[in-house]
């Protein structure tokens, strides 16, 4: 039976993995983007992977954007909650807009894509719901109040709506990346990479996306419908809880 996902953040990095991974999985996959059109535009010539453009910070834009992806692919069997921003700064210096902003997206975007699709996974008693959270909402970071604070929320959040899904056939779960190596780890320079983070790593590099996509594929298959409420931490040994 054919699935039909949506990713958002989903063209580019991390989220354009998870997509194409989903893809070869068999599922028709919609990927939303909130600003980088030509980027959009190349991953849809690449990967054949409509795209659709909102952001997930704004409620109405998300209920709009579902409606239209369930009237051009069918009503959506899998979730996956991969959009995010970082505004980092130490609290002192952090301003409202940099934590508002992250709470939005990070957050507050969880929510809006999320019940969005709520309903109808539960009228048809099936849904796959994975949120992509982050180490730093496991350990915290510092410069990163914001966003480690929705990263913990995220992983709050499923815990909770996991407990409500479950006898209706929806798992909720997370997958926490540590460092992975994406355009923006590309930034970061070669001496603070080698002597700062790679030491943090046991396994001593940094991930890779597709690996992310994998464990993200395993959790919206069939196949994982005994796990729910679960956070798969893919960090390398980084932090273990």
Request: charged share 20%; glycine share 12%; aromatic share 8%.
């Amino acid at each position: 039976m054919t699935r039909t996902a949506i990713v958002t953040g989903g063209s580019r990095g991390i989220g354009a993995a998870i997509a194409q991974a989903l893809k070869e999985q068999g599922c028709q996959v919609a990927a939303t983007y909130a600003g980088n059109d030509e980027k959009a535009r190349a991953f849809t010539d690449e990967t054949g992977i409509k795209t659709y453009k909102w952001n997930v910070a704004d409620y109405d834009a998300c209920k709009e954007g579902v409606a239209q992806i369930e009237a051009d692919l069918g009503p959506v069997d899998i979730l996956v909650n991969n959009a995010g921003i970082t505004r980092d700064a130490p609290f002192h210096k952090m301003t409202p807009q940099q934590w508002h902003e992250c709470i939005d997206t990070n957050l507050n975007g969880v929510f809006n894509m999320t019940h969005n699709v709520w309903g109808g996974m539960r009228e048809r008693k099936f849904g796959r719901i994975v949120t992509i959270s982050s180490i730093n909402g496991q350990k915290g970071q510092f410069a990163q109040a914001n966003y480690a604070a929705t990263k913990a929320g995220d992983i709050g959040f499923t815990k909770a709506l996991a407990q409500e899904g479950a006898r209706a056939g929806i798992t909720v779960n997370v997958v926490a990346p540590g460092y992975i190596n994406t355009e923006m780890m590309s930034t970061i320079p070669e001496k603070v990479m080698n002597e700062v983070i790679l030491p943090q790593i046991p396994v001593g590099r940094l991930g890779d996306a597709s690996e992310i996509a994998r464990a993200v594929a395993f959790l919206t298959s069939d196949d994982a419908g005994f796990v729910t409420g679960s956070t798969i931490s893919a960090n390398g040994g980084q932090y273990m809880t």
